[in-house]
């Protein structure tokens, strides 16, 4: 370690926060404004980079290599104006995950879009004319084009804050993030308002995308890679502060820099990786942030909005004829191997959906019934998973054994994690459920002598009784029914109604007595308990076991099952595992440009069902009911005049 190597990795901490700061501006700018959680603002960013591409291939000998990247982002902003205009803004009034699950589809259908238009090739742009080389610092050799990024970085902040601080544009945007409904009412066209705030969040992540191109090739994987580290820059920062962002990401930029010059260092005999920290590093000083200052550095605490979606309507228990249905339904599924014996795959199939269901009900249980959002649920399928393997192969217990203490292992770490977590709310509970899963991730990655690391473990199969896959199944049948009927029964338990109170009203909640963070804190456990369940089944159904268990995207996957079957349903979570896992099983065996596919039938069905799929079904349900009673009703009337 020497002084030069650190001011290099100083400066290259300041060319990464240059470069992460343009996407998360406008991931801030946009969730200020809409209050929409843009996930797929990460497309956008790599939309730039491969439209630049393009543009600098073929017009860069016309027009120059620079107004060929300009052109690139302003052509990702009227990508963005246009999605805005046909999707988003027919779902503003929609709850704000509901928002969320519409972005997750806009990114299936754009990485497949990317990859039929560019293939799957990674894509190498050519040096920016001028800053090829490079120049010395202190005896070591520091890119051009660095330097240059170094310096737009702080050019892009201050044509920002002149933009928002000198003009009415600028005035009526940070009108919008205080009160965007009260900006509405004064007459501002909030429509176009919103248009355009989205579309210049867009350009600004398809220039952060187009820059990149003399440094690094376009491949179709960097939209999530870079989407998850805006996140945490914008909320570190405080969601919708501009500065607030710029600094945030100087901050984990320069803190991963540091991690990669400390390399390898013995820490009271101890050998620390802290090159590995960088896997982790952006996720650990979220967390401690949020610990510390909850709305971010340079946030506060956002007005709520006045649009709050579909009222919610009170759990009620099952009636005779969902009770005679569910148990129809039990039979048939209890038959499924003998009906399918023909069909090997399709028992395998079922044990996937009955697992995916109960990870799906314990996240829908903290979610609807006690309001925390949570973006890292994974982490405790993934101990679940973990904890079961390594009881079997490191301690050598039985499978039934193996069961039973597994969603234990979960339990405890959703009691740790969600000690912290309860204290926040909103998005900010969401990002800090996610750091503490990424957390998570990145320990048993690495672990290499523990849990395999990257390669997993293998050899986690079921004992004798259940090597059959049919037994394996009525055996999963069995304890998924049983999980999801505890998380059922004890929403109807005084227990249930408390957390219901909690998330309804904290403040009347609190005033009868009913400690609500505690509340809160319970439900964290128990759901991580049967999340854990979900991850034991699933290790043995698979025989292995592998870091993918606890990544974003089973996260992910989670929060998709829930909100496509309807999060004001208890039936919501089961319909939309069974209806998603299957999606994604028939699309990805049926066409390549799966995720195109799938993205657009999600985006369909949030249009046509914007409370999920069983919450649709169960509002249909109840106006025919109350359209035949009041038919009756009338009916009644009538014929007592006639008699009279």
């Given amino acids: 370690m020497s002084f030069s190597g650190f001011l290099v990795q100083l400066l290259n901490g300041l060319a990464a926060a240059s470069s992460l700061f343009f996407v998360a501006a406008g991931l801030s700018l946009i969730f200020g404004v809409t209050r929409i959680v843009n996930f797929a603002h990460g497309s956008f960013f790599m939309a730039g980079i491969y439209i630049a591409y393009s543009v600098v291939e073929r017009f860069a000998s016309n027009i120059g290599f620079w107004p060929s990247l300009a052109v690139a982002a302003l052509a990702v902003g009227v990508l963005g104006a246009v999605i805005e205009m046909l999707l988003l803004r027919r779902i503003y009034k929609a709850p704000e995950l509901f928002q969320l699950l519409a972005t997750f589809a806009l990114v299936l259908v754009l990485k497949d879009a990317v990859l039929w238009l560019w293939g799957p090739e990674e894509l190498l742009g050519p040096r920016a004319p001028g800053l090829a080389g490079s120049v ?43 009160d965007r409904e009260m900006v509405s009412a004064l007459g501002v066209n909030q429509a176009w308002l919103f248009t355009t705030v989205f579309a210049l969040g867009a350009l600004l992540a ?6 990149q191109l003399p440094r690094e090739p376009a491949n179709l994987e960097m939209d999530l890679h870079i989407i998850g580290a805006a996140f945490v820059v914008v909320v570190v920062g405080g969601m919708g502060s501009i500065p607030g962002a710029y600094l945030a990401a100087l901050l984990i930029a320069e803190v991963k820099a540091v991690c990669i010059w400390l390399g390898v260092v013995d820490v009271f005999g101890v050998s620390v990786s802290f090159s590995k920290l960088t896997l982790v590093v952006d996720f650990l000083v979220m967390a401690v942030v949020l610990v510390w200052r909850p709305w971010g550095l340079l946030g506060k605490a956002q007005a709520p909005s006045r649009y709050v979606g579909m009222r919610e309507e009170p759990l009620r228990p099952a009636s005779k004829a969902y009770l005679v249905a569910a148990s129809v339904l039990g039979l ?12 090997p795959y399709t028992t395998v199939l079922l044990i996937d959906l009955l697992i995916a269901a109960l990870f799906a009900a314990s996240l829908h249980f903290i979610m609807g019934p006690a309001g925390m959002h949570s973006f890292g649920h994974a982490a405790y399928f993934g101990l679940g998973a973990y904890g079961a393997a390594l009881l079997v192969r490191a301690l050598g217990l039985s499978m039934e054994m193996a069961l039973l203490v597994a969603p234990m292992v979960a339990a405890l770490g959703a009691l740790i994690f969600g000690w912290f977590a309860v204290r926040l709310s909103g998005v900010y509970l969401a990002m800090l459920t996610l750091a503490f899963a990424q957390i998570t991730w990145a320990i048993t990655f690495q672990w290499d002598s523990f849990t395999g690391g990257s390669n997993g473990l293998t050899g986690v ?11 394996y199944y009525w055996l999963t049948l069995g304890l998924v029914a049983a999980g999801v009927l505890l998380l059922r029964r004890v929403l109807f338990s005084p227990f249930g109604y408390a957390l219901r109170a909690g998330r309804d009203s904290v403040l009347r909640a609190d005033a009868i007595g009913i400690d609500v963070k505690r509340m809160q804190w319970l439900a964290f456990i128990l759901a991580g308990g049967v999340a854990g369940l979900a991850g034991a089944l699933y290790a043995f159904s698979k025989g292995s076991i592998s870091p993918e268990s606890l990544s974003v995207g089973k996260s992910v996957d989670g929060l998709v099952m829930v909100l496509l079957g309807g999060i004001q349903t208890l039936a919501g979570p089961v319909v939309g595992a069974f209806s998603f896992t ?7 065996r049926n066409t390549d440009y799966w995720r195109a596919m799938l993205g657009a039938i999600i985006l369909i069905l949030v249009l046509l069902f914007p409370q999920g799929i069983a919450g649709s079904v169960q509002g249909l349900w109840e106006r025919l009911r109350s359209s035949s009673w009041a038919k009756s009703s009338a009916t009644s009337s009538t014929a007592g005049r006639d008699a009279s």
């Fill in 582 to 588: 299957w999606l994604h099983d028939v699309v990805a």
């Fill in 461 to 471: 199969w079921p004992s004798e009784f259940f090597s059959d896959k049919r037994m």
């Fill in 332 to 343: 048939v599924m209890v038959a499924m191997p003998m009906l399918t014996a023909s069909s």
């Fill in 206 to 211: 398809g220039l952060g995308g187009a820059l």
């Fill in 136 to 178: 010395s610092i202190l005896g070591r050799q520091f890119p051009m084009y660095d330097l240059f990024l170094i310096v737009a970085g702080p050019v892009v902040l201050a044509l920002l804050w002149l933009l928002l601080t000198r003009t009415r544009f600028g005035t009526l945007v940070r009108a919008a993030t205080q």
